[in-house]
């Protein structure tokens, strides 16, 4: 079974700059996510789609920072325009309802690091 | 709100020897717990994951461990070797909702 596919690994790009992430989720997993990791510290999630309906964009930051997710299944995650503070791991990851129980076990992509200049 | 912390941030221990992790949260009000593993520079590996109706999970030399009354989960590596160095993260998954631990980087010294 393939794994999430994320592209590309690295980038760097100078602030104001725009800058967009791919992900592939793993066949026939209904959610993605999106999750930004600064060094340091935990994923925090930037956006949860269900199918191509977003169920949590709490913690994305609306004025910079879209994504969607066309016919459910790859998805893209842009940024316009760039600042420092964006300089992170961008990891996607995809799920699948496990029985009735509520249960979604994760599978993460091998991320995007991105460098802001 | 859920909030999980994992203590110790870091851990260094000689090769061989067990250990435990550990990862405390909020609400008991979860459906699972999932623990992964990170090396540098890469995404996050699923190791183990307990749903709320389990007690424990093991693979291999892994054993995951829940206690939802009191909030926490443990991870029990048995006889370190210097491949398990990494940061360990747990998330709590709750309704349609996964927090992440800030992780406990790990360090076995051959």
């Known amino acids: 079974e393939a794994g999430v596919a994320q592209s590309p690994r690295y980038k760097i790009i100078e602030k104001r700059q725009s800058v967009a992430f791919w992900c592939n989720p793993i066949?026939?997993?209904?959610?993605l996510y999106w999750y930004q990791q600064i060094l340091g510290q935990g994923p925090k999630l930037l956006i949860q789609?269900?199918?191509?309906?977003?169920?949590?964009d709490s913690q994305l930051p609306k004025d910079r920072f879209s994504a969607e997710r066309l016919k459910g299944v790859d998805s893209t995650l842009k940024i316009q325009p760039a600042k420092l503070e964006d300089s992170a791991v961008y990891l996607c990851?995809?799920?699948?309802?496990?029985?009735?129980?509520?249960?979604?076990?994760?599978?993460f992509g091998p991320g995007t690091r991105l460098t802001v200049l | 709100k859920q909030e999980v912390t994992q203590i110790p941030a870091a851990l260094s221990v000689p090769e061989g020897e067990n250990l435990v992790l550990n990862c405390s949260f909020t609400?008991?009000?979860?459906?699972?717990l999932q623990w992964f593993r990170q090396d540098p520079g890469k995404g996050l590996t699923s190791l183990l994951l307990?749903?709320?109706?389990?007690r424990e999970q093991t693979s291999g030399r892994l054993n995951a461990s829940l206690d939802k009354s009191s909030g926490r989960s443990t991870l029990y590596i048995a006889a370190s070797q210097p491949g398990d160095s990494a940061t360990y993260l747990c998330?709590?998954?709750?309704?349609?909702?996964?927090?992440f631990g800030t992780g406990t980087k790990l360090q076995v010294i051959p």
């Open positions: 990851a995809s799920s699948q309802l496990k029985g009735l129980a509520g249960i979604h076990e994760q599978f």
């Open positions: 066949s026939g997993h209904a959610t």
């Open positions: 789609f269900q199918n191509n309906g977003v169920v949590d």
């Open positions: 609400d008991s009000a979860i459906y699972n």
């Open positions: 307990i749903q709320s109706s389990q």
């Open positions: 998330a709590v998954g709750g309704y349609q909702k996964v927090t």
